[in-house]
Structure formats: C-alpha cells, structure tokens
C-alpha cells in the first residue's frame, strides 16, 4: 500500500491509516497523517492539503526552527506549536537547539556540521538517548493524546523537521492507543528510510568529498532511522510500566474505557 502522499514541496508526508489491530478492525484513512516540515509548499501543494479536510497540525519543532522555516498559514485549520524536545533535554544529550547559521534552505545537518557536533558526539548513541527520554513526562504528547480523543480534531497531521524522530514516537504512541502490534508500528516508523532515501542520498553525496569518514557515517546516523530507536522506545516503556496498558493510562490518563471510545472513533 502506497502511503505517501506526494507533494512538491514534502518527502515524508503520509496517511496512517489501513493498520490492523488485534481485533481485526483497522485504522481509517483520513483521520492521522505524518509529515515532515511544511515550508515548501507549493501553491498547488496548499490546495491538495486542503482537500485532506485536515482539522489540526501538531507541529513538534523548536521555537528556532519555527522561526526559519514557518508553516503555511491554512485557514480553518487550528495550528499548534508545542515543542517535543526541551532545550534542556537537548542540552542533556549534547545537541545544540539551533545553529549560527540563518539561511532558510539549507538542511539542518549542514548546521550541525558547521557547528562541530559531528567531531564530538557519536550521533547514534544521542538518537538512542532522545528516544528513551522523548516518551516520558513529555507535554507534546500528552497535548496529542487529548487532541485525539475529539472528533471534532480529526484530521490530525503531526510534523516536525524531518518527520521521522519526534513526529514518528507520535504517530507510535497513536498506533499504540489504537491497538496496533509492534510489529505495524515499526513498519509505519521503518516507511520513512524509504521516503527519505533519494533526498537523503543527495545531501550525503554533496558531503562526500567535503567531510571525513567518520563524519559521514555520523551524518547518515542522524540523517535515517533504526530499528534500534523505536525498539529502545518500546523497552524503555515496558521496562517501566510492565505493559502499554499501564503506561497510556499513567502519562496520557488513556484508561481502557477511553481507549475503547477512542477506538471506536477511529477504528472500523
């Protein structure tokens, strides 16, 4: 099934929708999608996303990154801005919150480059460590969880820079209320290697012959996604609480009776 929906000015923009749960019901299309960042839209991209009927945009990005790259303004549309990763948390794993440079279309890992963050931090280990910590006491997903229980917010898109860290824990713990296996979660977060892969390809073709080994295996680190990330996010979970059942209910007062509703909205 072909999820993305492609656009001029996105990579990564998808419908979460058609995923089975236990149960056999499945998850309708047209109510999740998952994007990375919205600032090339086009003109003819602006009037396809207004054909979705989308209700909400959760956008997940640092203040710095909303400021160089704004979302399109979409009328009828309620946008909210609720950062998923602190600047704390960010100073904690050794990852800068924004960088010296301001030109608004050059990639973010040219600015991690330039700011020497490849020369001292193994850029695995950090995604490692932002996972672990991303599903915990975080209030940008506590502010998703309610958003989702309303049927009046639906469509939902959830975005960040790259639609693949902050924005693919989101869609994770979505799928994860509704009842989604493990198994489809990691299909649905292991879709962005895919998506990513030919503008992934060409930023590190440009990088080639201007960085050493090291950093271009830091960089490709930073620029995919691993099984291990996701894996370290349902770990970390159980490790915790035991069950997912548990933790909904713990961080998101997700009880049974309103993941029930929330299943019955949403699945069919």
Known sequence: MNR?????????????????????????????????????????DIRDFQGLNI?????????????????PIFPQVNHLHVQAITSGSLSMMNMPDQTENEDQQEHFI????????????RSDTMMLDL?????????????LMEMIQLENNLGLLQHCTAGKDRTGVGAALILMALGVSEADI????????????????QI??????HVDEDDLKNIE????????????????????????????????????????????????
């Not at 040219?110 to 931090?121: A, H, N, T, V």
């Not at 209910?249 to 997700?254: E, G, K, P, R």
């Open 4 to 44: 993305l929906i492609p656009f001029q000015g996105t990579h990564n923009f998808r419908d979460m929708g058609g995923y089975r749960t236990a149960d056999g019901r499945k998850v309708k299309h047209g109510l999740f999608f998952r994007s990375d960042e919205l600032f090339a839209l086009s003109e003819q």
């Open 55 to 71: 209700r909400t945009i959760v956008d997940y990005r640092s203040e710095y990154e909303v400021q160089k790259k704004p979302d």
């Open 110 to 121: 040219i600015g991690l480059l330039k700011s020497g963050f490849f020369k001292q931090y």
């Open 131 to 143: 996972y672990r910590n991303l599903v915990f006491n975080n209030p940008a997903y506590q502010r």
């Open 186 to 201: 990691m299909e649905d977060y292991l879709l962005t290697n895919e998506t990513m892969r030919e503008i992934n390809g």
């Open 204 to 209: 590190l073709h440009q990088l080639a012959g």
């Open 221 to 268: 680190h930073m620029l995919g996604i691993k099984e291990e990330y996701m894996e370290a996010v349902f770990k970390s979970v159980k490790d915790k609480y035991g069950d997912y059942d548990s933790y909904l209910a713990a961080q998101f007062d997700l009880t049974l009776s309103k993941r029930e509703a929330l299943q019955k909205l949403c699945l069919e």
